[in-house]
């Protein structure tokens, strides 16, 4: 099996894999969405009562959504996750009480009126675990309405909930072997125009298949060439796929979280295959 990676990025990941097959590629897409962890809030406590400001005026601490809602939305903010600190709450030292070695604390305080960013969590402790997509809107708040808010994340992973989810939109495809039978093209260009992701382009009097790996098999300039030049067909064994994160994660760590899940679920099962009897 060969992996060339096609696009890196810190949320995109692309690659081709060869010599390998769609059970692999499935194998690879479940465990990096549901097993790979990632830190998420799980828990919210609102303030309930009057909030005074710094000049004695009274707000109200509502705001115009159930705070279920409030406390939803701000459990999808990515949060920054650095999986060589954090353990999981349940299996921590602390025995699930909450430390700096199993959770973020964040505290939010805004009065209105004004618009609630998930940038407004402001991390009790470490400034490293601030949000980085700080202008994701939570709520509105009016005249006199305040939030004062006390929110824990933890780890979890994306079989519980999809806020622990670590890898986005994850998907794979067969790669496109496009043929053109250049002998009898009659160069009419149509293929080009049709293809909607870009594959084909008119180069040196001659239709080639610039972009293989945007080819998604829709097969739309197989069916508009009328000289029948055009053969496109999935090659088996070679797969390409590709995932994003939300960003509390780097995508190459997703990656290679992924791939290490997998081992380890293989290393169990042959652990427990060697202890049968002969
Ligand atoms: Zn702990």
Redesign the pocket.
Known sequence: MKIDITEMTPTKAQFVISDTNPAFANALRRVITSDVPKMAIDNVEFHLGPIMDEKGQAFESVSPMFDEVVAHRLSMVPVPTDLETF?F?SK????????????IMYSLNKKGPCTVYSGDLEPVGDAKFRIKDDLIPIVKLSDDQALLIYATAELGTGKQHAKWQAAIGAGYRFFAKIEIDHAKCDLGSSCVKVCPKGVLAKEEKKIVAKHPEKCNLCRACVEVCDAGVIKVSPIPGKILFRFETDGSLQAKEVLTRGLRALEEKFDGLREQISTLEE
């Open positions: 353990n709450r921590c030292s602390c025995n699930g009480e909450g430390c700096p070695s199993c959770t």
